[in-house]
Every structure is written in structure tokens, then in C-alpha cells.
């Protein structure tokens, strides 16, 4: 008799899909990973947001919160997170890179 592999699509009824949880590196709330913006530092393009959140290299969250960005660039979390000193390039290519909430009352 050959044994049949489970089909891993299928899930029962009563079990839930796993939604992977961070925090954020500055206010400490753990939110779903696709809630908060991941940034990554990488041996070649250095500090920078990766919007698909799989980029290789040391990676910190932060949610969309403008409180949170803001003390993200004032103080060093970032750079105690990521394990490396920002420069003052880095901190303007994250705020331009920084993705902007969809403001639904102009759309």
C-alpha cells in the first residue's frame, strides 16, 4: 500500500491560518507583519524600506504611525535595532522611501 502524503492546502475546519506577528521598534506594539513597514539594512543598497518584506538582511519594524517615524529618525532605535549608524542619507532615503497611508476621503 503506498502511503498517501496530507495535502497541506487543506486545513480543518477549526484550525486557524498562522498570521505572523512583529513589533514595532519604537512604540513596542505587535501587530500583523503586513500592518507595520519593514526596514532592512543589506550589504549592497544599505538602509532602505522593503515593501515586500523579504528582502535578505537585518530587518526592524515600524508601524504607520507619523509619531513612530518621526522618533524612528530622532533618536536611535533604528540604529540600535538594525545593528549600524544611520547617516544622514540614510534617514532621507527612508523618508522618501516611507510609504504613505491611502487617504480614503481624496480618492
Given at each position: 500500500m ?8 487543506q ?14 521598534v ?12 519593514r ?9 532602505i ?20 517615524w518621526e ?20 534617514r ?5 522611501q ?5 487617504d480614503?476621503?481624496n480618492?
Amino acid at each position: 500500500m503506498a502511503r498517501q502524503e496530507p495535502n497541506r492546502k487543506q486545513r480543518g475546519p477549526g484550525r486557524p491560518r498562522h498570521i505572523p506577528q512583529r513589533t514595532c521598534v519604537v512604540c513596542r506594539r505587535t501587530l500583523d507583519k503586513r500592518a507595520l513597514v519593514r526596514i532592512v539594512r543589506t550589504p549592497e543598497d544599505g538602509v532602505i524600506v522593503d515593501p515586500t518584506g523579504k528582502r535578505a538582511g537585518r530587518g526592524a519594524y515600524l508601524c504607520h504611525e507619523d509619531q513612530c517615524w518621526e522618533q524612528a529618525f530622532k533618536t536611535h532605535v533604528l540604529d540600535r535595532a538594525l545593528r549600524a549608524e544611520l547617516t544622514d542619507a540614510d534617514r532621507a532615503r527612508l523618508r522618501e522611501q516611507r510609504p504613505r497611508p491611502v487617504d480614503s476621503a481624496n480618492t
